[in-house]
């Protein structure tokens, strides 16, 4: 997902000039800039049955289900980043005017690819953690039936629950829900074979 950083960035100077882009979309961390690749189509299927699953159980609630447009902000790390999948409850507040860069959410979902899973899993989870709003942090596999949910308890402590078993529902208590694990993997086939044309 990450390219070779542009450094010494200031936030407004990185906004102004991702608002701008139409081809590539970037992360930010600290002055230095992150190009992001495309995902492979296990990844893309998982994100939008994980994004309409959520959409199924939260459209009679004050939850909004967000896709990977959404730009999130975590102002005490200097940083903005592109989940794969965002869940707000409540009144949205926004970097600025522009209502394009949230800044609490309740749950974020990354989709794991293999170029991106320790980032995911250490320095990404570390800068989400730095949101005061955000209650649950999903980390969805695209190579198996496997996501681990980690849950922001009272006293701060995060607890880990991990669902392997296909015939589970997932809980997730700040938004009062269950997803389905059968549903999340909804049509992805593991192991399927690499049909790229090779030249």
Known sequence: MQTQ????????????????????????????VFAMSGGSYEHSLITVNLAGELHQRLKDSSCAVLSSDMRIRIETADACAY???????????????RRDVLTNPVLIAEVLSPSTEAYDRGGKFALYRQL?????????????????????????????DAYTDPDAEI??????????????????IFGAADTTPRS
């Open 83 to 97: 989940p794969d999948v965002s869940v707000l409850c409540g009144e949205p507040i926004f970097h600025d005017a």
């Open 171 to 188: 809980l997730l208590e700040a938004l009062d829900c269950r997803l389905s694990m059968r549903e999340l993997y909804d049509r992805v």
């Open 132 to 160: 005061p709003s955000l209650r649950h942090y999903l980390l969805v596999a695209q190579d198996q039936i496997a996501v681990d949910v980690f849950t922001r308890q009272p006293d701060g402590r995060w607890v880990l």
């Open 5 to 32: 950083p542009i450094p010494e960035y200031r936030f407004e100077d990185y906004l102004a000039i991702e608002r701008e882009s139409t081809d590539v979309k970037h992360e930010y961390f600290a002055g230095q």
